[in-house]
């Protein structure tokens, strides 16, 4: 049976492949796959369909995208992980140079332009977080905060770690999957009312064989943890360290955590110049001061200025390589593993653009629009705008338990209305009963706010 060549996978033509095969030194490719058990090998053609042309294909896949209602659509309240934010046009335009876009992690090793990028990305957010040393952008904050959870493992020598009842359930489950068997998780529990860090539980978990707390601020749920200084002062009593996971786009309005005595901080750069893109576009940074036990502990690359063999020159490259699974290979802590290296470069353009000033700017248009759809939500009877009792910044609980409706009724309507809900939380915290997590950020005008205002009161007068 003669072979098809397929116009999308390279190598197929005949040719090509016995030379190959003859070059490697076997007689067919299925011999390539005799270490896959008889059992498992598919033992009939698989019956594909015709190869589609380029311009079918593209008809195809566009046909599939149109299917999304995008933001540009639809008004959109909805963050829990995934923020809507502007994105400077330049930042785009940055990241899709070819330099940047195409080349992969740190490869190859002579692009020093892209060191050098990803040097000053390290140092812009080390200056935002007031810590010294971040890495080369992991996958997400999820596998930031399991790492940094990780190190502070190693850093100790012990095996559990409390949680903070509010980090984001999806987090959790990274945070554990990635730490279990080797470490023991347990929940510090919350007041119901404010949303704070119940201390006294805390101090009854926080055994001698505790390595470390991590919690997150402004939290998942939206409220501002005001009791950093108290856990810290705790934490340190106990020889454990502090991780906090922070949102970026928060700190040029709120103190970075370690004014309050974190030992490690991580969190997500999405919202530092990346489109949401479905949900995709997430990247994790981690940061620590610039002691000897914390960076030996880092997995991934730290790039940093070097002196080059011509005295007087520098360059950029990584530092303390021997302490990464590319030196120690399987005896490694931690895979180095793939990097988001384009977001944080990415990132590096968004924060040299915004600069202290637009930060805090930004920040300062992200509360009060926030603010005010909270006291337009509270004119709703029946609404509480606001949970908890406590401050917020761009995230806040909005309760519909008195208004006879579930939120998946509340969110079916207003996507009837063209915008896009708060997030249902009544699964993921089924004590606050019909609540929903909304996101208000410095896209959102006042007629935006308004808008949803009036289509609850529309929804719930029916």
Same mark, same amino acid.
């Given at each position: 049976m003669s072979q098809k060549v397929h116009p999308y996978i390279p190598n197929m033509v005949p040719e090509v492949q016995a030379e190959m095969l003859k070059v490697i030194g076997v007689e067919s490719i299925m011999e390539l796959y005799s270490c896959i058990p008889e059992e498992l090998q598919l033992k009939e053609n698989l019956q594909l369909p015709p190869a589609l042309t380029e311009y079918e294909l593209r008809r195809y896949i566009e046909g599939i995208l149109n299917k999304n209602t995008s933001t540009k659509e639809y008004i959109n309240f909805l963050g829990a992980g995934c923020w809507q934010h502007f994105i400077p046009a330049v930042c785009d335009e940055i990241n899709q140079r070819s330099e940047f876009l195409t080349a992969y992690a740190g490869e190859p090793y002579e692009d020093h332009g892209r060191f050098q990028a990803l040097f000053e990305y390290q140092s812009l957010l080390a200056e935002l977080v007031d810590m010294d040393v971040v890495n080369v952008p992991t996958f997400d904050w999820g596998q930031a905060a399991a790492t940094s959870i990780r190190m502070a493992a190693r850093i100790t020598?012990?095996?559990?770690?409390?949680?903070?009842k509010t980090v984001a359930p999806e987090r959790s489950k990274i945070i554990m999957n990635y730490g279990t068997p080797t470490l023991e998780f347990e929940y510090v529990q919350f007041d119901t009312k404010s949303g704070a860090m119940d201390l006294e539980d805390l101090?009854?978990?926080?055994?001698?064989?505790?390595?470390?707390?991590?919690?997150?601020?402004p939290s998942y749920l939206g409220f501002i943890e005001a009791q950093g200084q108290e856990i810290s002062n705790l934490l340190k009593e106990n020889e454990s360290l502090m991780v906090v996971g922070v949102d970026p786009i928060s700190l !040029?309005? &709120?103190? /970075?955590?370690?004014?309050?005595?974190?030992?490690?901080?991580? !969190?997500? &750069?999405? /919202?530092?110049?990346?489109?949401?893109?479905?949900?995709?576009?997430?990247a994790g940074f981690i940061a620590t001061h610039n002691e000897l036990k914390f960076v030996n502990e880092y997995p991934?690359?730290?790039?940093?200025?070097v002196p080059t063999v011509k005295e007087g020159e520098y360059g950029f490259g990584d530092v303390a390589y021997e302490r990464t699974s590319f030196a120690q290979r399987e005896k490694g802590k931690e895979s180095v593993g793939t990097q988001t290296a384009l977001w944080g470069i990415t990132a590096g353009v968004y924060l040299a653009l915004l600069g202290p000033d637009g930060m805090q700017e930004v920040g300062q248009t992200i509360m009060q629009n926030s603010q005010y759809a909270v006291q337009q939500l509270n004119q709703i009877g029946n609404v509480k705008g606001s949970h908890f009792e406590s401050p917020f910044f761009k995230e806040f609980i909005?309760?519909?338990?008195?208004?006879?409706y579930t939120v998946e009724q509340i969110n079916q309507r207003l996507l009837d209305k063209k915008i896009f809900g708060g997030k249902d939380l009544s699964l993921e915290f089924p004590e606050f009963g019909q609540t929903a997590l909304f996101c208000v950020t410095e896209i959102h005008t006042k007629e935006d706010i308004d808008?949803?205002?009036?289509a609850l009161k529309d929804i719930l007068a029916k």
């Open positions: 020598g012990r095996k559990k770690v409390l949680l903070a101090k009854t978990k926080l055994t001698e064989d505790v390595a470390a707390l991590y919690f997150e601020n !040029g309005v &709120l103190a /970075p955590p370690s004014h309050y005595g974190a030992d490690i901080v991580c !969190g997500d &750069l999405q /919202p530092l110049g990346m489109h949401m893109n479905y949900s995709g576009g997430q991934s690359r730290l790039f940093g200025i909005v309760d519909f338990n008195q208004t006879g808008g949803l205002v009036q």
